[in-house]
């Protein structure tokens, strides 16, 4: 499996291939938020569902 590496505001990072639009939305519950640690990268991360375009609201 190959590692993936995140960039952020980064000059030297690598031309896009591919651009994915995403939103993201975090409701805290008593000032906390779930975060999850990702498996590729070990960052961690807030968690999300993937939908697909005319897909349901709920998952």
């Known amino acids: 499996m190959s590692t993936r590496i995140d960039?952020?505001?980064d000059p030297r990072?690598?031309?896009a291939n591919s651009v994915v639009p995403s939103a993201n939305v975090i409701v805290?519950?008593?000032?906390?938020?779930?975060m999850?640690?990702?498996?590729d990268n070990g960052n961690w991360a807030d968690r999300r569902?993937?939908?697909r375009a005319g897909g349901p609201a709920a998952g």
């Open 7 to 9: 960039y952020f505001d």
């Open 13 to 15: 990072a690598p031309k």
């Open 28 to 34: 805290t519950h008593a000032e906390r938020i779930l």
């Open 36 to 39: 999850i640690r990702r498996s």
């Open 49 to 51: 569902a993937v939908r």
